[in-house]
């Protein structure tokens, strides 16, 4: 994509070619994850297991050059920026779909792990290890003029030994230098700063701009929640809670929080932007207060998530072949008898879409 600051549109879509993943070699095994936009697969690439996300094309002209965009946009930044904290980025191919070929981190989501430990909470020095993974990743993006705008536990991804966090997810992701330029595409309300969906303090025909402090914010509510292990803003809706943070600046409490810790969640989630710190401040004062509480190994729940899928058959319904995903071929496809279509990953295709 090249190591400038610049972002290509759908139509100027191009990728180095140590980045370009060969259809022919992916194998697709079962899904491990769904959004609005793009279905997760486990599956093999060049034998090395990987997650597969396969992003929907959409159905009107205006939607599939939004999509298609946003799958560029995600790509160039997966392919510039690498971090032992980022989902490691693997390659892409945008015919005959979308894909997005990453490591395959076998820990699940944030969201799914704090749930499991309902109504426990984590031990406080693990959950000050998770933030400081969390603000060492956002630390990387801003320092490449990357902010993330949809930081929250669903795009939080643990290692199989629970021991480490990595952030993923960069659809909504931009280069901060375009922000004036850019619309606040709906990310999740709870977590996000006001500031990307509040338009009423605008004067009439101002540009909408936010700068990478957004991140600061949604990092604040991050952490409350991996200290308390409970949804923010709670018994509220999401827009329920957005309307409570923007216009009566209303928080989750810190009150039952540690001094020092207090501190660094109310000044993240300050309504001021320019009053919030970025991340190389957050990650010292983290360090520090850590020093203060943790023992010499963190007591971390022993479980280790297993595949079940980690070696997959050859005859799985998921067995490569996308390029018989182009439209010629399914045509000719669809007319020849069943024994001679292709078994793989056109098939799967057609079954999960």
């Given at each position: 994509m090249g190591s400038g600051n610049v972002f290509f549109s759908a139509q100027e879509f191009s990728l180095d070619d140590k980045w370009l993943v060969d259809p022919k070699l992916l194998f697709v095994g079962p899904k491990i994850g769904e959004s609005s936009h793009a279905k997760v697969y486990e599956g093999k690439y060049k034998n090395q297991n990987v997650a597969i996300k396969l992003v929907r094309r959409g159905e009107t002209p205006?939607?599939?050059?939004?999509?298609?965009?946003?799958?560029a946009r995600?790509?160039?930044?997966?392919?510039?920026?690498?971090?032992?904290?980022?989902?490691?980025?693997?390659?892409?191919?945008?015919?005959?779909?979308?894909?997005?070929?990453?490591?395959?981190?076998?820990?699940?989501?944030?969201r799914k792990?704090?749930?499991?430990?309902?109504?426990?909470?984590?031990?406080?020095?693990?959950?000050?290890?998770?933030?400081?993974?969390?603000?060492?990743?956002?630390?990387?993006?801003?320092?490449?003029?990357?902010?993330?705008?949809?930081?929250?536990p669903e795009n939080l991804i643990l290692t199989a030994d629970h021991r480490t966090v990595k952030l993923a997810d960069f659809g909504l992701a931009r280069e901060e230098s375009l922000t004036e330029m850019m619309t606040a595409e709906t990310?999740?309300?709870?977590?996000?700063?006001?500031?990307?969906?509040?338009?009423?303090?605008?004067?009439?025909?101002?540009?909408?701009h936010y700068n990478h402090k957004v991140d600061a914010y949604s990092f604040a509510i991050v952490l409350w929640e991996l200290i308390h292990n409970k949804l923010p803003f709670e018994?509220?809706?999401?827009?329920?809670?957005?309307?409570?943070?923007?216009?009566?600046n209303v928080r989750p409490s810190a009150?039952?929080?540690?001094?020092?810790?207090?501190?660094?969640?109310?000044?993240?989630?300050?309504?001021?932007?320019?009053?919030?710190?970025?991340?190389?401040?957050?990650?010292?004062?983290?360090?520090?207060?850590?020093?203060t509480i943790s023992p010499p190994e963190p007591a971390i729940p022993p479980q280790i998530m297993t595949s079940k899928n980690a070696i997959l058959p050859p005859e799985s319904p998921g067995t490569s072949s996308l390029m018989t995903a182009s439209r010629d071929r399914s045509r000719e496809t669809r007319n020849a008898p069943m024994e001679d279509k292709p078994r793989g990953f056109f098939f799967c295709f057609k079954q999960c879409y």
């Amino acid at each position: 994509m090249g190591s400038g600051n610049v972002f290509f549109s759908a139509q100027e879509f191009s990728l180095d070619d140590k980045w370009l993943v060969d259809p022919k070699l992916l194998f697709v095994g079962p899904k491990i994850g769904e959004s609005s936009h793009a279905k997760v697969y486990e599956g093999k690439y060049k034998n090395q297991n990987v997650a597969i996300k396969l992003v929907r094309r959409g159905e009107t002209p205006e939607e599939i050059a939004r999509r298609e965009a946003r799958f560029a946009r995600e790509v160039a930044m997966l392919s510039r920026v690498q971090h032992k904290n980022l989902v490691k980025f693997i390659g892409a191919c945008k015919e005959p779909m979308m894909v997005i070929v990453t490591e395959l981190l076998l820990g699940g989501t944030l969201r799914k792990y704090l749930l499991n430990m309902r109504p426990r909470r984590l031990d406080l020095p693990v959950a000050i290890g998770f933030a400081l993974d969390i603000a060492r990743a956002m630390e990387c993006l801003h320092s490449h003029g990357i902010i993330h705008r949809d930081l929250k536990p669903e795009n939080l991804i643990l290692t199989a030994d629970h021991r480490t966090v990595k952030l993923a997810d960069f659809g909504l992701a931009r280069e901060e230098s375009l922000t004036e330029m850019m619309t606040a595409e709906t990310g999740t309300y709870r977590w996000m700063a006001p500031e990307l969906y509040s338009t009423v303090t605008l004067r009439h025909g101002e540009k909408k701009h936010y700068n990478h402090k957004v991140d600061a914010y949604s990092f604040a509510i991050v952490l409350w929640e991996l200290i308390h292990n409970k949804l923010p803003f709670e018994g509220m809706s999401n827009l329920q809670a957005a309307y409570a943070a923007a216009f009566k600046n209303v928080r989750p409490s810190a009150d039952d929080l540690p001094e020092d810790l207090a501190s660094i969640v109310t000044s993240c989630w300050q309504e001021d932007p320019n009053s919030r710190p970025n991340f190389t401040q957050i990650i010292q004062t983290l360090l520090n207060y850590l020093s203060t509480i943790s023992p010499p190994e963190p007591a971390i729940p022993p479980q280790i998530m297993t595949s079940k899928n980690a070696i997959l058959p050859p005859e799985s319904p998921g067995t490569s072949s996308l390029m018989t995903a182009s439209r010629d071929r399914s045509r000719e496809t669809r007319n020849a008898p069943m024994e001679d279509k292709p078994r793989g990953f056109f098939f799967c295709f057609k079954q999960c879409y």
